[in-house]
């Protein structure tokens, strides 16, 4: 999958560091990313840059997403909204909450497609809404970093079962856990009708 990220030229530290939240969001994913906040602004594989070339088509035809940050206004992002629409690519525009995003100054949010999302964010919530624009966007299986210590005391049999399970393998008995509690959440109904209720709350 490549996505085209874009952030207007900023020298504000909330804006800053909001999209370096957002790029580390992508970067877990299993996802090309193009971005104008990097010195390198094209990052696509090496199939799609031959094609390209070969086919003489513009790289941003061949993004598969968009996702702004459009908080502050900036001509280059009502360009780049237009050429999404007109490729019917999905699109997350994300702007802070409180803020009102002056693109859709003059086009209400029921004139616009399904697959373009207006997101209001805050620092705590705004990985976690690119991550789901992601999941829901591609299906592609996101890397979460686990980031929260648990102490968990286990029986002298379940340390021996994920000795069993583990052995001879490069996995260890916590990731062989982890993968476990995710495929048990995914297949979860209630866990994901929560999770669905909660992402349309945000």
């Known amino acids: 999958m490549h996505v085209y990220f874009y952030g207007p030229r900023t020298k504000q530290p909330e804006r800053r560091s909001a999209y370096v939240v957002i790029k580390e969001a992508l970067r877990l994913a299993d996802v090309y990313v193009s971005t104008n906040t990097e010195e390198e602004e094209v990052q696509v594989s090496a199939e799609v840059m031959a094609d390209s070339r070969e086919r003489d088509v513009p790289l941003l035809e061949r993004m598969d997403a968009f996702l702004f940050e459009g908080t502050t206004s900036d001509p280059e992002i009502g360009f780049l909204l237009a050429h999404a629409i007109a490729l019917k690519k999905p699109v997350l525009y994300l702007y802070q909450r409180g803020s009102v995003p002056q693109v859709f100054s003059h086009l209400s949010r029921r004139e616009l497609p399904k697959y373009i999302n207006v997101v209001a964010y805050d620092q705590a919530s705004l990985g976690r809404q690119v991550t789901e624009f992601l999941r829901s966007t591609s299906g592609v299986r996101l890397r979460e970093v686990p980031r929260i210590k648990f102490t968990l005391r286990i029986t002298s049999s379940i340390e021996e079962y994920l000795h069993f399970k583990t052995h001879n393998t490069k996995i260890t008995k916590a990731d062989y856990l982890r993968q ?19 992402r349309q709350a945000d």
């Not at 509690?181 to 999770?195: H, N």
């Open 180 to 198: 476990e509690i995710e495929q048990t959440m995914e297949q979860d109904e209630e866990w994901q009708t929560y999770q669905h209720k909660r």
